[in-house]
């Protein structure tokens, strides 16, 4: 069965700090791989994606997230968070791109 | 890209009761999903809609609580059945453009 964990259910960083967002995922398959953020209020964003290729993927806002095959990881990297980050991220894993399974989420709390 | 809205955004409802949230999607598409966020918890994926056939329901869903109606390829809605105080929740729904897949706002229903 298709499984999703963000072991770290709350982290808290200073502004300016690096961040990183664990995911790891068990799957039959070659996994499609997201990470979304949540702020309050509003709804789900896709920050990155991954389906092949180059597996260091960049996306939006500055993140970054890494696609490892032998530890069945796609950590989620900033190297100078701000305060705007603040947010729930939610990794994902699917099929194709449309029927996902989410993890728990990781709240990000990020201090002046 | 997809905009997509949902209404209502918020509703507090009584138990017994049931309540139809909508679903519109900018452009058309071919598939639309429902998903199920408890509070503290992660997206579940609820149902598929598919314009003209009847929707696919995830375990742990059924169509008799979850009625789902797609009667054009820009339009759905989600209806919750003889509600609960279990039944509270965020209910969004989403849709694949183009490999990405986009969720709407979101509906925050609180079952008293």
């Known amino acids: 069965a298709q499984s999703v964990t963000q072991p770290d259910i709350h982290i808290t960083v200073s502004e300016g700090a690096s961040l990183e967002l664990r995911c790891n995922y068990s799957y039959g398959a070659t996994p499609y791989l997201f990470w979304y953020v949540q702020s309050p209020g509003q709804g789900l964003q896709l920050l990155l994606k991954y389906f092949s290729g180059d597996t260091l993927v960049q996306g939006i806002k500055g993140f970054e997230a890494e696609f490892k095959r032998s530890q069945s990881s796609f950590n989620l990297r900033k190297p100078s968070v701000h305060w705007s980050d603040a947010a729930e991220y939610f990794c994902a894993v699917g099929y194709n791109f449309n029927k996902f399974y989410f993890g728990s989420g990781t709240k990000l709390n990020v201090k002046p | 890209s997809a905009v997509i809205s949902q209404k209502p955004s918020r509703d507090i409802c009584q138990r017994g009761t049931s309540l139809t949230i909508q679903c519109q999607v900018d452009?058309?598409?071919?598939?639309m999903f429902w998903y199920r966020q408890q509070p503290g918890q992660s997206l579940t994926l609820i149902a598929t809609?598919?314009?003209?056939?009847?929707?696919?329901?995830e375990s742990g869903f059924v169509i008799d609580k979850f009625p789902i109606s797609r009667p054009n390829l820009t339009f759905s809605t989600l209806t919750v059945s003889n509600m609960s105080p279990e039944d509270s929740s965020i209910y969004l729904c989403?849709?694949?453009?183009?490999?990405?897949?986009?969720f709407g706002p979101g509906t925050r229903l609180t079952v008293t």
């Open positions: 989403s849709v694949e453009v183009l490999n990405e897949q986009y």
């Open positions: 809609a598919n314009q003209g056939s009847e929707a696919t329901y």
């Open positions: 452009s058309q598409v071919t598939m």
